[in-house]
């Protein structure tokens, strides 16, 4: 999956006054995309001199979190918000493109997804939510601070809980595909609502989408997905009763258990999704 970066290394904790290098990566989203180079299953992002040659300068890129290899050497990534900005050999690439290409090193989608993440979070974040003043960077941990001394809210990245749902009913497994958007098969999937547990929103998403009841409800794995925000969450659970499917039209064209010698995975192997397809198609424990 796409945390499954080893021998490298995700270090996301705040840093105070971080000097960039000259090899160290800036990323620089707009509207979907990143400005990269994508060739042959390779992806590279501009790096600080690169950058600092066509005009941006060190003072405004934000310090993200780092990555080592298996000699503890570290590669920092930061972020610069503007996008009016060239730099040769880069172009602004869209970042499902990139995710879907198998890559030689997948830290480096892991390292673009995350910083997706908090890029967003960081647009959103300029003002108060509270009062509408504008917000400043903490000096102490990665949050924004509103500029208003009687408000002074602070606020910190959001991180949106949702689940993968595995339907199995003997040895069919539901799969799914998406109405728009995404177009190979899927999963039952959905965003956890207030005041609700992971489980309940197993149940309640499988009933949405495919009107089914649903048994035996069992975690799987988690799953980091900047790309949405989210933090995901597989199940697994067996079908309870009628196998009818009464499939939501609004939301999907396709809903149908499928025996586990006909399922066909997802291109790539980044996802929890296509993880939990496969390990029911390979007949390993679910």
């Known amino acids: 999956m796409i945390q499954d970066i080893l021998p490298y290394k995700l270090n996301n904790q705040f840093a105070k006054d971080v000097l960039p290098s000259e090899n160290d990566k800036v990323m620089i989203f707009s509207n979907g995309q990143i400005m990269a180079h994508l060739e042959a299953g390779s992806v590279s992002f501009p790096t600080v001199k690169s950058s600092s040659e066509n005009g941006v300068g060190t003072e405004n890129l934000i310090y993200l979190f780092s990555i080592s290899d298996e000699t503890g050497n570290k590669e920092s990534y930061y972020l610069y918000e503007k996008t009016d900005v060239q730099i040769a050999g880069f172009e602004f690439t869209d970042i499902r493109q990139i995710r879907d290409t198998e890559m030689d090193f997948m830290y480096k989608v892991m390292a673009m997804m995350t910083a997706k993440h908090l890029a967003d979070w960081y647009r959103d974040t300029k003002f108060c939510g509270r009062c509408g003043c504008k917000t400043v960077h903490s000096k102490t941990e990665r949050a924004m601070v509103c500029t208003d001394e009687n408000c002074g809210y602070t606020m910190?990245?959001?991180?949106?809980?949702?689940?993968?749902?595995?339907?199995?009913?003997?040895?069919?497994?539901?799969?799914?595909?998406?109405?728009?958007?995404?177009?190979?098969?899927?999963?039952?999937?959905?965003?956890?609502?207030?005041?609700?547990?992971?489980?309940?929103?197993?149940?309640?998403?499988?009933?949405?989408?495919?009107?089914?009841?649903?048994?035996?409800?069992?975690?799987?794995?988690?799953?980091?997905?900047?790309?949405?925000?989210?933090?995901?969450?597989?199940?697994?659970?067996?079908?309870?009763?009628?196998?009818?499917?009464?499939?939501?039209?609004?939301?999907?064209?396709?809903?149908?258990?499928?025996?586990?010698?006909?399922?066909?995975?997802?291109?790539?192997?980044?996802?929890?999704t296509n993880e939990m397809m496969m390990r029911f198609k390979n007949g390993e424990k679910c």
């Open 156 to 272: 910190y990245p959001r991180i949106m809980p949702a689940v993968i749902v595995g339907v199995i009913n003997g040895d069919k497994l539901l799969l799914t595909k998406y109405r728009k958007g995404y177009a190979n098969n899927a999963l039952v999937a959905g965003f956890t609502e207030i005041g609700e547990t992971l489980e309940e929103t197993v149940a309640r998403e499988v009933m949405e989408e495919a009107g089914l009841k649903v048994k035996n409800i069992r975690y799987y794995k988690s799953q980091p997905w900047g790309l949405a925000n989210d933090i995901l969450t597989g199940f697994y659970c067996d079908v309870d009763g009628d196998t009818t499917i009464r499939m939501d039209e609004n939301e999907l064209k396709e809903a149908a258990f499928v025996k586990r010698e006909d399922i066909v995975l997802q291109p790539t192997k980044v996802s929890l």
